[in-house]
């Protein structure tokens, strides 16, 4: 566990942040599925959305 | 509902955001991307790719956070946020990366990499979920994005980061502290680090909680101060002097700040920024007209130091020479009734003034050798006198060594047979061994070398050797070596050997008789002849080894 991390690991890390970054684009620009609230009372809390996200399970 | 907000060119530039923004975005960008520049410079060896990604993060990061401010399009503001909210933390791992590759000169281990990837993961599976970003406020034509749980768990790991930082700057200065070892590196290092990312904290509480988001560009424009400090100290580590850095981060965070000036979009806010800047250029240059005056004051002073300790050292040369002519004629007046004494003593002993009684004899017996013990004592006075006066003359002729050498052990062997010691002489009689040399003094080294293997060898054998060596360099060399199963030195004792006064540290379990000159007066004489001598001892009680070595005339 004291050894030095492979530069694999590393490569692994950077594939996967650009990964991602690529999957938030796809999410945005490709599925536009973000609720955009014209209305105060609409916006769910933090509380609320993270319940949610845990009932369903949904990313 | 119809919002009028700006269109933004190049997706930062627009009257969307505060003015400010763009002074301390603009600026830290800039000054990252100069010190990711530097990093490629051929400078001192420093660790590099844990600052170079610190750097990369945080202008992608001060890119990201100009969209959210001068963006209005929906879709680049959620998905820069997305990127702002990822990266974030990345600041603050590679900020511990560098501390501990900086002040521990080591690699990450597994174990902080798995637990950093641990800590990590939770950020990458929100990033494109609601968990990151919940949705868009529009409300009120506000353009505002509706944070999920990841900033929260992106704050929390902030705080963890840091304070891991802490942990091991706290860490490493009280190792360096046990160790006697210098602690300001570390400590700069590790509080530009923790100073950095706590402005980037502050800069980001303060414009979230208190709606401060003018002052809070103050913390934007404080981080990449910290980080030129850091590279600063980092490079710089070896000569780390505090008043030059005083200095020159005084200076370049005044380039900094008028730099930044280029940066203002506002003629309201410049005021602002241009009186700041000229509050700081006062306290500076204050200090540095300050310390300026001190250095030329010490400048002087040391200057006046320097004049009095020439003339001081010119007079202790004087008086060096007056108490070596002294000595000289001391000596040289000690010389001729020595020389009666001991001549005396011994026609005295061999009956010439008739016979003796046996009470008698004793006494007589030790004022002779008294006498050659004193005599061998002025002797090496007058040696040193004459090294030091410059006035030891040498008359250089061809010599064969193994004669001078065989002379000197027939001399020697009537003392070593009496004191058990086994003398032997190993050379090839075959071959010459002929040197430049005056032999009067050449005989004396050797005889002081061999005289002193046995002095220093209670009981066993003394071995002189004579031999030729090939040096790449130097040609053909004579060898002469003495080597005993005598007392032997430490390497402490082997370092000082051939200074003046110094014998060795267990020399008077031996013998009490030597003044610390001999090997003193060898060592010049030898290196007249353009020879070297030195000596080797695997320790104390395991003999020694002398070592003369000549260059050959043929």
Redesign the interface.
């Known amino acids: 566990?004291?050894?030095?991390?492979p530069q694999k690991?590393w490569y692994i890390?950077f594939i996967?942040?650009g990964f991602?970054?690529v999957?938030?684009?796809?999410?945005?620009?490709v599925n536009?599925d973000?609720?955009?609230?014209?209305?105060?009372n609409e916006?769910?809390s933090?509380r609320e959305?993270?319940l949610e996200?845990v009932k369903d399970f949904?990313? | 509902m119809m919002c009028t907000w700006d269109t933004s060119k190049f997706l930062i530039f627009s009257d969307n955001g505060i003015p400010l923004i763009y002074y301390s975005h603009l600026t830290s960008i800039a000054i990252f991307f100069l010190l990711f520049v530097i990093t490629f410079l051929p400078l001192r060896p420093w660790p590099k790719a844990a600052f170079r990604t610190m750097m990369l993060v945080y202008i992608t990061w001060l890119f990201g956070d100009l969209v959210l401010w001068g963006n209005e399009n929906i879709n680049h503001i959620l998905f820069f946020w997305s990127v702002v909210n990822l990266v974030e933390p990345l600041i603050f791992v590679a900020s511990y990366i560098h501390f501990v590759s900086f002040s521990e000169k080591r690699h990450i281990t597994m174990r902080e990499f798995i637990t950093f990837a641990v800590l990590l993961f939770p950020t990458l599976i929100m990033s494109f979920t609601r968990l990151s970003v919940t949705g868009f406020d529009y409300t009120n034509c506000d353009r505002n994005v509706i944070e999920g749980v990841a900033a929260y768990y992106n704050y929390f790991l902030e705080a963890v980061f840091t304070g891991l930082l802490a942990i091991a700057a706290f860490k490493q200065w009280h190792i360096r502290r046990l160790h006697n070892q210098g602690t300001g590196r570390v400590l700069l290092v590790g509080a530009s680090l923790i100073l950095l990312l706590l402005s980037f904290l502050a800069a980001n509480f303060l414009g979230t909680y208190f709606e401060a988001y003018n002052i809070s560009q103050l913390g934007h424009i404080a981080v990449p101060i910290f980080a030129a400090l850091l590279v600063y100290v980092t490079v710089k580590f070896e000569t780390f002097e505090p008043r030059v850095l005083i200095a020159d981060v005084s200076t370049g965070t005044l380039l900094i700040l008028i730099f930044s000036l280029f940066f203002i979009r506002d003629a309201n806010t410049q005021i602002y920024i241009i009186s700041g800047t000229f509050l700081l250029a006062v306290i500076f240059a204050y200090f540095l007209v300050s310390g300026i005056r001190k250095e030329v004051d010490t400048r002087q002073h040391i200057q006046t130091l320097a004049t009095d300790l020439s003339k001081a050292n010119n007079r202790l040369v004087e008086l060096d020479k007056q108490k070596s002519e002294f000595v000289s004629f001391a000596t040289h007046q000690l010389k001729s009734p020595l020389a009666a004494m001991r001549g005396y003593a011994s026609l005295i002993l061999d009956g010439d003034y008739g016979e003796i009684s046996t009470a008698a004899r004793e006494p007589l017996s030790r004022i002779f050798e008294s006498t050659k013990t004193l005599a061998n004592v002025v002797e090496g006075y007058l040696n040193i006198s004459r090294i030091e006066l410059g006035t030891m003359k040498y008359d250089f002729t061809p010599h064969d060594i193994r004669a001078m050498v065989s002379d000197v052990i027939a001399e020697l062997e009537p003392n070593t047979k009496k004191a058990g010691i086994n003398l032997s002489f190993e050379v090839n009689k075959e071959d010459d061994f002929i040197v430049q040399a005056d032999p009067d003094k050449l005989k004396q080294v050797f005889a002081n070398l061999i005289d002193n293997s046995v002095k220093y060898t209670p009981t066993g054998s003394v071995n002189v050797s004579v031999t030729k060596k090939q040096d790449p360099t130097k040609g053909t060399l004579v060898l002469f070596s003495v080597k005993d199963t005598g007392i032997g030195m430490s390497e402490k004792t082997i370092e000082s050997l051939f200074h003046k006064f110094t014998r060795a540290y267990n020399a008077n379990k031996t013998n009490i008789h030597g003044t610390g000159l001999g090997l003193f007066v060898a060592k010049e004489i030898v290196e007249a002849h353009k020879g070297h001598v030195w000596a080797e001892s695997e320790g104390e009680g395991k003999g020694s080894q002398f070592y003369v070595e000549l260059p050959s005339v043929k």
Do not use: G
């Not at chain 1, 999957?23 to 620009?29: E, N, V």
């Not at chain 1, 973000?34 to 105060?40: A, C, D, G, L, R």
């Open positions: 566990m004291n050894s030095a991390v690991l890390v996967a942040y991602v970054i999957l938030s684009a796809l999410r945005i620009y536009r973000y609720p955009i609230y014209m209305n105060v916006i769910p933090t959305v993270f996200w949904h990313l």
